[in-house]
T-cell receptor, first 109, second 116 residues
Framework: GQNIDQPTEMTATEGAIVQINCTYQ??????LFWYQQHAGEAPTFLSY????GLEEKGRFSSFLSRSKGYSYLLLKELQMKDSASYLC??????????FGKGTKLSVIP | EAQVTQNPRYLITVTGKKLTVTCSQN?????MSWYRQDPGLGLRQIYY???????DKGDVPEGYKVSRKEKRNFPLILESPSPNQTSLYFC???????????????FGPGTRLTVL
Protein backbone atom coordinates (compact mmCIF):
# COMPACT_ATOMS: atom_id res chain seq x y z
CA GLY A 1 0.00 0.00 0.00
CA GLN A 2 0.86 3.64 -0.21
CA ASN A 3 1.37 5.84 2.85
CA ILE A 4 1.93 9.59 2.78
CA ASP A 5 2.26 11.59 5.99
CA GLN A 6 2.01 15.32 6.53
CA PRO A 7 1.35 17.40 9.63
CA THR A 8 -2.35 18.16 10.02
CA GLU A 9 -2.06 21.83 10.86
CA MET A 10 0.56 24.56 11.09
CA THR A 11 0.48 28.23 12.03
CA ALA A 12 2.99 30.85 10.93
CA THR A 13 3.35 34.63 11.01
CA GLU A 14 3.00 36.93 8.04
CA GLY A 15 6.41 37.64 6.50
CA ALA A 16 8.01 34.55 8.01
CA ILE A 17 9.23 31.30 6.42
CA VAL A 18 7.44 27.99 6.93
CA GLN A 19 8.46 24.45 5.99
CA ILE A 20 5.81 21.78 5.43
CA ASN A 21 7.14 18.23 5.52
CA CYS A 22 5.92 15.16 3.70
CA THR A 23 7.17 11.60 4.16
CA TYR A 24 6.10 8.77 1.92
CA GLN A 25 6.29 5.00 1.72
CA UNK A 26 5.11 3.80 -1.66
CA UNK A 27 5.53 0.72 -3.81
CA UNK A 28 7.30 2.78 -6.47
CA UNK A 29 8.15 6.37 -7.23
CA UNK A 30 7.60 8.39 -10.39
CA UNK A 31 7.44 11.90 -9.03
CA LEU A 32 6.06 14.04 -6.22
CA PHE A 33 3.69 16.98 -6.54
CA TRP A 34 2.69 19.76 -4.19
CA TYR A 35 -0.73 21.37 -4.54
CA GLN A 36 -2.36 24.31 -2.82
CA GLN A 37 -6.05 24.21 -1.94
CA HIS A 38 -8.01 27.13 -0.56
CA ALA A 39 -11.11 26.25 1.43
CA GLY A 40 -13.97 25.19 -0.83
CA GLU A 41 -11.87 25.40 -3.98
CA ALA A 42 -10.06 22.97 -6.26
CA PRO A 43 -6.39 22.09 -5.70
CA THR A 44 -3.92 23.99 -7.88
CA PHE A 45 -0.43 22.85 -8.87
CA LEU A 46 2.56 24.34 -7.05
CA SER A 47 5.61 22.20 -7.76
CA TYR A 48 6.99 18.91 -9.01
CA UNK A 49 10.08 16.91 -7.98
CA UNK A 50 11.35 13.68 -9.48
CA UNK A 51 15.11 14.01 -8.82
CA UNK A 52 16.78 14.71 -5.48
CA GLY A 53 17.32 18.33 -4.67
CA LEU A 54 15.65 21.68 -4.47
CA GLU A 55 13.30 23.21 -7.03
CA GLU A 56 12.69 26.94 -6.60
CA LYS A 57 9.74 28.87 -7.94
CA GLY A 58 9.49 32.40 -6.64
CA ARG A 59 8.45 32.37 -2.98
CA PHE A 60 7.93 28.61 -3.09
CA SER A 61 10.58 25.89 -3.08
CA SER A 62 10.26 22.13 -2.88
CA PHE A 63 12.89 19.62 -1.86
CA LEU A 64 13.08 15.88 -2.44
CA SER A 65 15.20 13.08 -0.99
CA ARG A 66 14.22 9.80 -2.62
CA SER A 67 16.47 7.69 -0.40
CA LYS A 68 14.72 9.06 2.70
CA GLY A 69 11.22 9.14 1.22
CA TYR A 70 11.01 12.77 2.21
CA SER A 71 9.98 16.06 0.71
CA TYR A 72 9.30 19.53 2.01
CA LEU A 73 7.61 22.64 0.70
CA LEU A 74 9.19 25.92 1.77
CA LEU A 75 7.15 29.09 1.68
CA LYS A 76 9.01 32.38 2.11
CA GLU A 77 7.74 35.88 2.89
CA LEU A 78 4.41 34.50 3.98
CA GLN A 79 1.31 36.43 2.99
CA MET A 80 -2.20 36.18 4.39
CA LYS A 81 -3.37 34.71 1.06
CA ASP A 82 -1.06 31.72 1.68
CA SER A 83 -3.52 30.48 4.29
CA ALA A 84 -4.66 27.24 2.65
CA SER A 85 -4.18 23.50 2.72
CA TYR A 86 -1.05 22.09 1.11
CA LEU A 87 -1.27 18.63 -0.39
CA CYS A 88 1.63 16.30 -1.07
CA UNK A 89 0.96 13.69 -3.80
CA UNK A 90 3.06 10.84 -5.16
CA UNK A 91 2.91 9.01 -8.46
CA UNK A 92 3.83 5.55 -7.24
CA UNK A 93 4.66 2.55 -9.42
CA UNK A 94 1.23 2.49 -11.00
CA UNK A 95 -1.16 4.75 -12.80
CA UNK A 96 -2.44 6.21 -9.54
CA UNK A 97 -1.68 9.52 -7.91
CA UNK A 98 -1.88 9.16 -4.13
CA PHE A 99 -2.44 12.21 -1.94
CA GLY A 100 -1.53 12.86 1.65
CA LYS A 101 -4.28 14.21 3.90
CA GLY A 102 -2.98 17.73 3.56
CA THR A 103 -1.54 20.34 5.90
CA LYS A 104 -3.76 23.27 6.83
CA LEU A 105 -1.61 26.39 7.11
CA SER A 106 -2.89 29.42 8.95
CA VAL A 107 -0.99 32.68 8.45
CA ILE A 108 -1.51 35.17 11.27
CA PRO A 109 -0.67 38.90 11.32
CA GLU B 1 -9.50 28.79 -21.85
CA ALA B 2 -8.04 25.46 -20.75
CA GLN B 3 -10.30 23.98 -18.14
CA VAL B 4 -12.02 21.02 -16.54
CA THR B 5 -15.75 21.46 -16.02
CA GLN B 6 -18.07 19.50 -13.76
CA ASN B 7 -21.83 19.50 -13.45
CA PRO B 8 -23.73 19.87 -11.29
CA ARG B 9 -21.74 21.91 -8.77
CA TYR B 10 -24.17 21.13 -5.97
CA LEU B 11 -26.60 18.25 -5.65
CA ILE B 12 -28.91 17.04 -2.90
CA THR B 13 -30.52 13.69 -3.56
CA VAL B 14 -32.09 10.75 -1.77
CA THR B 15 -30.84 7.26 -1.14
CA GLY B 16 -31.16 4.95 -4.14
CA LYS B 17 -31.84 7.55 -6.82
CA LYS B 18 -29.34 7.08 -9.63
CA LEU B 19 -27.27 10.10 -10.55
CA THR B 20 -24.48 11.10 -12.93
CA VAL B 21 -21.88 13.79 -12.42
CA THR B 22 -20.40 14.94 -15.70
CA CYS B 23 -16.78 15.90 -16.28
CA SER B 24 -15.30 17.39 -19.42
CA GLN B 25 -11.85 18.72 -20.33
CA ASN B 26 -10.78 20.75 -23.35
CA UNK B 27 -7.02 20.11 -23.20
CA UNK B 28 -6.89 16.82 -25.13
CA UNK B 29 -5.58 15.11 -22.01
CA UNK B 30 -5.03 11.35 -21.98
CA UNK B 31 -5.48 10.80 -18.24
CA MET B 32 -8.63 11.58 -16.27
CA SER B 33 -9.53 10.79 -12.71
CA TRP B 34 -12.22 11.14 -10.06
CA TYR B 35 -11.50 11.90 -6.41
CA ARG B 36 -13.60 12.35 -3.34
CA GLN B 37 -12.53 14.59 -0.50
CA ASP B 38 -13.72 14.10 3.06
CA PRO B 39 -12.66 15.90 6.25
CA GLY B 40 -9.71 14.15 7.87
CA LEU B 41 -9.30 11.74 4.98
CA GLY B 42 -7.96 13.97 2.24
CA LEU B 43 -8.32 13.31 -1.47
CA ARG B 44 -8.93 9.69 -2.37
CA GLN B 45 -8.99 8.38 -5.89
CA ILE B 46 -12.18 6.63 -7.03
CA TYR B 47 -11.45 5.69 -10.64
CA TYR B 48 -9.01 6.75 -13.31
CA UNK B 49 -8.72 6.41 -17.08
CA UNK B 50 -5.58 6.33 -19.18
CA UNK B 51 -7.44 6.78 -22.47
CA UNK B 52 -10.71 6.10 -24.26
CA UNK B 53 -12.26 2.81 -23.13
CA UNK B 54 -9.42 2.24 -20.61
CA UNK B 55 -10.45 2.67 -16.97
CA ASP B 56 -9.36 1.19 -13.67
CA LYS B 57 -10.24 1.29 -10.00
CA GLY B 58 -8.61 3.66 -7.58
CA ASP B 59 -8.59 3.32 -3.81
CA VAL B 60 -12.33 3.70 -3.13
CA PRO B 61 -14.31 2.45 -6.16
CA GLU B 62 -17.19 0.73 -4.35
CA GLY B 63 -20.58 2.18 -5.28
CA TYR B 64 -19.29 4.08 -8.31
CA LYS B 65 -19.06 3.48 -12.04
CA VAL B 66 -17.31 5.40 -14.80
CA SER B 67 -17.08 5.34 -18.55
CA ARG B 68 -14.72 6.92 -21.11
CA LYS B 69 -16.37 6.79 -24.49
CA GLU B 70 -14.83 10.05 -25.66
CA LYS B 71 -11.45 11.50 -24.77
CA ARG B 72 -12.86 14.70 -23.33
CA ASN B 73 -15.60 13.24 -21.11
CA PHE B 74 -15.40 11.09 -17.99
CA PRO B 75 -18.75 10.86 -16.16
CA LEU B 76 -19.09 9.46 -12.64
CA ILE B 77 -22.20 7.35 -12.06
CA LEU B 78 -23.73 6.49 -8.71
CA GLU B 79 -26.24 3.72 -9.45
CA SER B 80 -27.75 3.64 -5.96
CA PRO B 81 -26.36 6.46 -3.82
CA SER B 82 -26.10 6.04 -0.07
CA PRO B 83 -25.49 8.60 2.70
CA ASN B 84 -21.83 7.52 3.04
CA GLN B 85 -21.28 8.88 -0.47
CA THR B 86 -21.99 12.39 0.74
CA SER B 87 -18.77 14.16 -0.14
CA LEU B 88 -16.97 16.74 -2.26
CA TYR B 89 -16.05 15.24 -5.63
CA PHE B 90 -13.32 16.44 -7.96
CA CYS B 91 -12.62 15.46 -11.51
CA UNK B 92 -9.07 15.97 -12.78
CA UNK B 93 -7.11 15.51 -15.99
CA UNK B 94 -3.48 15.48 -17.07
CA UNK B 95 -1.48 14.99 -20.25
CA UNK B 96 -0.20 11.66 -19.04
CA UNK B 97 0.85 10.04 -15.81
CA UNK B 98 4.06 10.03 -13.79
CA UNK B 99 7.56 11.07 -14.64
CA UNK B 100 7.19 14.67 -15.81
CA UNK B 101 6.09 18.05 -14.53
CA UNK B 102 3.69 18.43 -17.43
CA UNK B 103 1.69 15.61 -15.91
CA UNK B 104 0.30 17.88 -13.24
CA UNK B 105 -3.37 17.26 -12.60
CA UNK B 106 -5.82 20.02 -13.52
CA PHE B 107 -8.85 19.90 -11.27
CA GLY B 108 -12.45 20.79 -11.94
CA PRO B 109 -14.29 23.12 -9.52
CA GLY B 110 -15.82 20.28 -7.51
CA THR B 111 -19.30 18.86 -6.97
CA ARG B 112 -20.73 18.91 -3.48
CA LEU B 113 -23.06 15.93 -3.15
CA THR B 114 -25.43 15.28 -0.26
CA VAL B 115 -27.30 11.98 -0.09
CA LEU B 116 -30.20 11.96 2.36
Amino acid sequence: GQNIDQPTEMTATEGAIVQINCTYQTSGFNGLFWYQQHAGEAPTFLSYNVLDGLEEKGRFSSFLSRSKGYSYLLLKELQMKDSASYLCAVWAGSYQLTFGKGTKLSVIP
Amino acid sequence: EAQVTQNPRYLITVTGKKLTVTCSQNMNHEYMSWYRQDPGLGLRQIYYSMNVEVTDKGDVPEGYKVSRKEKRNFPLILESPSPNQTSLYFCASSRGWAGASYNEQFFGPGTRLTVL
